[in-house]
């Protein structure tokens, strides 16, 4: 075989492995041509929750139906243990000192008083109890004074009748204490968030003193 022939079939044979072989120096190099991203992170717009956004505002977590509801169990389950404390108190006091229970009228009003004054301190406390635990700000002392309030009712109606009420009767004249608490705390709750979201516009006044070389002087510094 002729060498021309010989050496145009090597070349062609070995041109593909020769081109193949040459390192690609012209192609671009995709990471160093792009910029590099910043990622911006946002602020977060998850709301606040209800519990912080309330006491953010100034605003009720519950409603008054809610709170009147729990005021009125609280009232009136403290105020029946008070009840029933103080007018088992009552009749064994009044067993030793006077006459048993179901013998003498006195001593069952005797009891039936000492019950309503039982009575109307556990539901000043249940009512005043069952409102903190509900957000409410109202005021131990005026919660307090309308528990008693409230028990000159069965008192008064024990005493005009001897303690001879009939049981019906005398049921509603115990609940009383439970309503008056219940009225008084939320007119002091009221007053409470009325004097929390006015704001102070009083007279501030507070002395001042300056000093100098020639003497001194003394004044007033007042917020109007």
């Known amino acids: 075989m002729p060498a021309c022939p010989f050496r145009v079939i090597a070349l062609a044979v070995l041109l593909p492995s020769l081109v ?28 606040a929750p209800p519990f912080a956004r309330a006491h953010a505002t100034d605003e009720e977590l519950f ?4 709170r009147l509801v729990g005021e009125t169990v609280g009232g009136t389950m403290i105020g029946a243990s008070g009840l029933a ?12 000192v006077s006459c048993a229970y179901n ?30 635990l509900m957000d409410a700000h109202g005021g ?7 528990g008693l309030v409230g ?6 109606a024990i005493a005009l009748t001897d303690g001879e009420l009939p049981w019906p009767a005398l049921v509603a004249a115990y609940a009383a204490p439970v309503a008056t608490s219940i009225l008084a705390f ?17 007279l501030t006044l507070v002395p001042t003193m300056a000093m100098a070389p ?5 004044g007033l510094a007042g917020r109007f």
């Open 85 to 96: 404390v103080a007018f088992l108190g009552g009749v064994l006091v009044t067993d030793r």
């Open 140 to 146: 131990l002392l005026p919660t307090m004074l309308g």
């Open 186 to 202: 939320e007119l002091s709750h009221g007053a409470s968030r009325k004097r929390r979201q006015t704001p102070d516009t009083g």
């Open 63 to 66: 409603p008054l139906g809610a």
């Open 103 to 132: 013998e003498c009228a006195k001593s069952r009003r005797t009891s039936l008083l000492s019950a309503a004054v039982g009575m109307g301190l556990g539901a000043a406390s249940g009512t005043y109890l069952a409102g903190s």
């Open 214 to 218: 020639g003497g001194g002087a003394l």
């Open 20 to 47: 193949t072989a040459q390192p690609v120096t012209d192609v671009p190099r995709a990471d160093a041509q792009e910029p590099a991203r910043v990622t911006r992170t946002r602020p977060s717009t998850q709301a």
């Open 151 to 156: 028990t000159g009712v069965p008192l008064t």
